[in-house]
């Protein structure tokens, strides 16, 4: 245990605290299960030391609860190597683990692709176990929420994309995207404080329902220039001479 460290990159990767209650719970009831060992790789700074490429949760939670040995494979590997090894590894474990949100599946997903591995939306959504609707809604929050807190702090610009973000998180720059990564706000919440069209504000959103309100029970309606008019009647089928009416005709206005 003495000579396993973890890497640089590890909290770059995960900026916030994770949340490990399903690991403790299944190291209370299983101790720790030797089926799944750390996969670890030769340190480059390090002589006779391991970096930790996937297992950190395990080690940290395996230190804490005083264990001297865990069980290890050694794989030889480059950094870039062990950085997508660890990123492939912990998105493939979201479809069998809550221990990633949405958000974080996203970063993850962008990750490969910013190292010439690309995953389907598809698949990603599948991992995370939601709806295709609720996972373009969070991509485009997710672009809002780091495209604005980048604007408004030019010196993250000169960083990778990952770390960025990991920067913008680490540094709480935008409140309500770190509770969106963490998942103590759910992204539709997200979307309706901050949607698009931002002249229009709440409260003239409020202004307008009640206008619209006054104006459904006083039977006006507003034109272009503020004036009242009466409201539109629908269009009526014509009545022929049999009786028939014309079905050629709406029943109401389009």
């Given at each position: ?16 605290p ?11 009831r ?66 069998s ?13 962008r ?8 995953l ?22 997710y672009d809002?929420a ?6 408004e702090?030019?010196e ?5 994309p ?9 540094r ?21 404080a ?58 109401f206005?389009?």
């Amino acid at each position: 245990m003495d000579r396993l460290i973890t890497p640089a990159y590890y909290h770059d990767l995960f900026p916030l605290p994770r949340d490990r209650s399903a690991l403790v719970e299944s190291f209370d009831r299983y101790g720790y299960r030797p089926e799944y060992p750390l996969t670890v790789r030769p340190s480059e700074l390090l002589g006779n030391h391991f970096e930790i490429v996937c297992g950190v949760g395990r080690f940290e939670l395996a230190c804490e609860r005083g264990m001297r040995r865990v069980p290890v494979i050694v794989r030889e590997m480059s950094q870039k190597e062990a950085l997508l090894y660890a990123v492939e590894d912990n998105l493939f474990a979201a479809g069998s683990s809550a221990s990633l949100s949405l958000p974080q599946a996203i970063f993850l997903s962008r990750l490969l692709e910013g190292r010439t591995k690309s995953l389907p939306p598809r698949l990603v959504w599948k991992l995370a176990r939601v709806s295709e609707s609720t996972f373009w809604r969070a991509v485009k929050a997710y672009d809002l929420a780091v495209g604005k807190a980048a604007g408004e702090h030019p010196e993250l610009e000169e960083l990778a994309p990952h770390i960025r973000v990991a920067e913008i998180l680490r540094r709480d720059l935008f409140p309500e995207f770190t509770r969106l990564w963490t998942g103590s706000l759910e992204v539709h919440t997200f979307q309706q404080a901050h949607a698009t069209g931002e002249g229009r504000g709440r409260g003239a959103a409020r202004k307008n329902s009640k206008a619209t309100a006054s104006e459904r029970a006083n039977g006006t309606r507003r034109g272009p220039a503020g004036e009242d008019h009466p409201p539109r009647s629908a269009k009526r089928p014509s009545r022929k001479k049999d009786g028939r009416t014309d079905a050629s005709l709406p029943l109401f206005e389009s």
